[in-house]
């Protein structure tokens, strides 16, 4: 490795062993954190959150008076009831300061800056010393002093102080015992008045004799409460500690909410938390509404952190001029001028190249398609077209691992094209479009199928694949993407002779050409064009016989008549219920998290069935639906343990690449195969080993916490040990130097190379562009102390340089290393 301190060698080796033997694991726990808690220290004295400061607005009236809108310039707040008029809100204000509450904006930002689990215990706190709804500005207040190094006990040992500051509001005072300190965090935390016997002597013996404090306690009852989660007696203490933090969230964070006073805070904060109920948050929630009068809207308008995540999820990776024009137009008109964006070919760029105009020769190859891919993944204008095309293209695969497709590389990139332009059109033209492309008829050999025939019968791969991987899945799905039981089993979609009968009607398809001979049919007499033409019927060898799949019957034909055959097959899949679940699931799971609920499934199935407008199959609306639902959007959802997807590692490199702009050198992007899973990243585009692609969308890592979760993670099917080593020694290897043959492909880290003597500066815009703002205070603090290793030094231009330069590499490089880095949310 050429320009790396021995500090970044040294990290790299503890990383490399550190991965290599925990990745598996963790990275399927679906990206859980797990930060250590250090012992407490009492805290005696309690510090007040900070006073707002000169980059607030004041306004003369309560919340309720006035409506907040967001614009492309920041926020308008109107006074509807009084004087104020209309005032606009920019970026540098940080909040908004009315006559009952405080708006923090900043609090959204702040909340992702800590692990999601350090955020949960932080708000629990809050309800279990005061049994009410955190401040924004309080809240924001104690995760600086964690991020400060102040550990959770010891934040616990504060809220203590302080709850006894209030104790008429509290019902905390120094003076009381220990059994009624209990039975206070019993009611607070596990919603009971009156605690049993046992578990009250229990506690006071440990307070007595000095096993904990009163700070440490509540955070050890907190954890006993949420394992009664789905026990049948005491589930409903956990539901009622989670709404408690949902109804938090929404105040707090979601909304910024601050009351003016601290008595209001906690008075007020009591009565919201009051309300909530193990089953419902519905009354705390429309006092939270009351209180606000118009939410503001933060899905059409997004933050920075919120912009980076979308763009994880609908691009090849976030860049910051992407970012600041999501922030200004809007994620749903982002998505709409996304729709305008014309398509770029792969066909061209061949055709080009093939024609010696592009590099100077002839002749090609699958390399030239892997140049036009990452061209196009890492600089191309219609990115949301292009993730949505590598979508898709994993579930209706063709690979160049078959000797057969891989002689027409060209093939194979208009196969892509058809993909990328199914990937806005509608499904039912994308089927047909996709069964007679000569590379599909290639890859599943339904290309020269042949009618039945004495004791030949026709091939059937292509009928069992359109129907298992295409289209209709093995069984009968609910519309939220369950399976339909019977007598609690699944039930089967179709059989064999649903195969037989579909398998006739596929033959007779072949190369097009001007006739429909024999001998074009077989493959001579080639058209120069027949790897990008849709293959043709040819009546003489397509089955005349009856033909039943799927409930429906083909009359026999005289004559024969592929054309109609195919039209009634494509027709009868595509009206089957299971499409819009059976696809729509696969498509959240490439684009948004491994896990998506039933009711996120139901919602994009029913996109995908009506637009809105009575049309089925409508891809634009399935892709918004899907980009826009509230699971894909909300940042609460983040808390969840099932959130998310491991990156597959050509993601990964195209984050990289989009994230710091690299470039080409020869303008060609010269990239090959990077399947080699020891010296790459075990996965290239369109080099699939089977039909079910890189990895099945059902596929459960063996003997980890996602089997034992009942999750599923499609992408740890292709993580190893070598694969995780390989990754690490990979981007070890082209983060300082490039990638690609002769290094074509460098980033430019200009912005972060001035950046280099702030490191707290570097590491937070790459957070932003990589993990959009997630990355956990752990990880930030490791990854700073690190680049502080790599020390500056005062003279020699060269030195001082190349040390920046390191700061950058080992920066980047520890980041993209990590679990919570590799695991998308």
Same mark, same amino acid.
């Given at each position: ?52 400061? +000169?980059? %607030? ?87 600086? $002093? ?35 300190? &209990? ?5 607070? &935390? ?23 404090? $009163? ?66 948050? !519905? ?24 912009? %980076?995540?979308? *763009? ?59 140049? !036009? ?10 990115? *949301? ?26 093939? &194979?990139?208009?196969? #892509?094209?058809?993909? !990328? ?6 499904? $039912? ?12 008829? +290639? ?18 791969? #292509? ?98 008549? @592929? ?17 819009? /679940? ?15 609920? /039933? ?38 959802? *983040? ?6 997807? *491991?990156?597959?590692?050509?993601? $990964? ?23 080699? /899973? ?6 290239? @585009? ?26 599923? %993670? ?9 694969? &995780?080593?390989?990754? =690490? ?20 880290? +200009? ?7 702030? @490191? ?16 956990? %205070? ?31 590499? =080992? ?15």
């Amino acid at each position: 490795m050429k320009n790396l301190p021995p500090s970044y060698q040294n990290m790299h080796h503890v990383f490399r062993l550190c991965c290599a033997l925990i990745l598996v694991l963790n990275l399927a726990a679906c990206g859980k954190n797990d930060d250590s808690i250090e012992s407490s220290t009492k805290i005696t004295s309690y510090s007040a959150p900070p006073v707002i400061g +000169t980059t %607030s607005i004041s306004f003369n009236g309560p919340r309720s008076s006035y409506t907040i809108t967001s614009t492309p310039n920041g926020l308008n707040v109107v006074d509807t009831v009084g004087s104020d008029g209309s005032t606009v809100v920019t970026s540098t204000i940080k909040s908004l300061v009315f006559k009952d509450i405080s708006i923090n904006l900043e609090i959204a930002n702040k909340a992702a800056s800590i692990s999601a689990k350090d955020l949960n215990t932080l708000i629990e706190l809050y309800i279990a010393y005061f049994n009410r709804v955190p401040d924004a500005n309080g809240l924001a207040y104690w995760i600086d $002093r964690f991020k400060a190094g102040m550990t959770l006990d010891q934040i616990g040992e504060s809220f203590y102080a302080a709850a006894l500051l209030y104790p008429n509001e509290t019902g905390y005072s120094a003076t009381m015992s220990n059994a009624a300190f &209990v039975t206070l965090i019993y009611k607070n &935390v596990l919603g009971r008045p009156n605690p049993d016997q046992q578990g009250l002597n229990y506690w006071t013996n440990s307070l007595a004799s000095g096993a904990t404090t $009163r700070g440490t306690l509540v955070r050890t009852m907190l954890n006993s409460a949420h394992t009664f989660s789905g026990d049948a007696t005491y589930g409903w203490v956990a539901n009622l500690l989670d709404n408690k933090n949902s109804v938090s969230r929404e105040f707090a964070i979601t909304q910024g909410i601050s009351y003016i006073s601290d008595s209001d805070s906690i008075s007020k904060g009591m009565a919201i938390a009051a309300t909530v109920t193990p089953l419902d948050t !519905s009354v705390a929630k429309g006092l939270i509404d009351a209180l606000l009068g118009t939410i503001p809207n933060t899905t059409n308008f997004p933050t920075a952190s919120q912009a %980076s995540r979308f *763009l994880g999820q609908a691009t090849f990776g976030a860049t910051t001029s992407d970012i600041n024009l999501l922030m200004s137009t809007g994620i749903s008109n982002w998505i709409d001028v996304q729709f305008t964006k014309n398509q770029t070919l792969h066909k061209t760029y061949m055709d080009t190249t093939a024609a010696g105009l592009l590099n100077g020769v002839s002749g090609l190859s699958q390399n030239n398609f892997f140049e !036009s891919y990452w061209q196009q993944a890492a600089t191309g204008e219609d990115q *949301l077209r292009q993730r949505v095309a590598f979508a898709l293209s994993e579930i209706f695969v063709i690979s160049f691992q078959d000797s057969g497709v891989a002689n027409y590389p060209r093939g &194979v990139a208009s196969y #892509y094209d058809t993909l !990328s332009s199914g990937a806005f059109g509608n499904f $039912r033209t994308l089927l047909e479009n996709v069964s007679l492309h000569p590379m599909m008829g +290639t890859y599943l050999t339904s290309i020269r199928n042949q009618k039945e025939s004495g004791t030949r019968v026709p091939d059937e791969n #292509y009928a069992r694949e359109v129907m298992q991987l295409f289209t209709i899945g093995l069984y009968q799905l609910n519309p939220d993407g369950s399976n339909v039981l019977v007598n609690g089993k699944p039930v089967e979609t179709y059989g064999y002779a649903d195969i037989t009968g579909l398998a006739k009607v596929f033959t007779g398809w072949s190369w097009a050409g001007a006739d429909k001979s024999s001998t074009r049919f077989f493959g001579g007499n080639a058209d120069p064009n027949r790897d990008v033409l849709p293959m043709q019927g040819y009546p003489a060898f397509h089955s005349t016989s009856e033909k039943k799949f799927l409930g429906v019957t083909i009359s026999p034909q005289s004559p024969a008549n @592929p054309e109609a055959s195919l039209k009634v097959a494509l027709d009868t899949l595509f009206n089957h219920p299971n499409v819009g /679940p059976f696809i729509g699931k696969q498509l959240i799971q490439r684009l948004v998290t491994s896990n998506p609920s /039933p009711q996120y499934v139901a919602r994009v199935a029913a996109a995908f069935n009506d637009n809105g407008k009575g049309v089925r199959g409508d891809m634009k609306a399935v892709i918004k639906t899907i980009l826009m639902d509230t699971e894909a959007r909300n940042d609460p959802i *983040l808390t969840n343990a099932g959130t998310g997807k *491991l990156r597959e590692p050509v993601i $990964r490199l195209a984050n990289w690449m989009r994230a710091f702009n690299a470039k080409s050198t020869t303008t060609f992007f010269k990239l090959t195969s990077l399947d080699d /899973p020891l010296t790459s990243l075990s996965q290239t @585009p369109m080099r699939s080993p089977t039909v079910f692609n890189f990895y099945r969308p059902g596929y459960v890592p063996p003997n980890s916490e996602i089997a034992n979760a009942k999750l599923v %993670s499609p992408e740890m099917q292709i993580v190893a040990e070598p694969s &995780v080593v390989g990754y =690490l020694n990979f981007m070890r290897d082209i983060i300082p130097n490039g990638v690609g043959s002769s290094r074509d492909v460098k980033a430019d880290y +200009t912005n972060l190379i001035a950046l280099a003597t702030t @490191p707290e500066q570097m590491i937070d815009q790459i957070n932003l562009l990589l993990m959009a703002n997630q990355m956990t %205070s752990n990880l930030r603090a490791q990854i700073l102390a690190a680049v502080n290793s790599v020390t500056i030094p005062t003279t020699n231009t060269t030195n001082i340089d190349n040390a920046k330069k390191n700061r950058v590499y =080992l920066a980047i490089y520890l980041t993209m290393a990590s679990p919570e880095y590799l695991v998308q949310k």
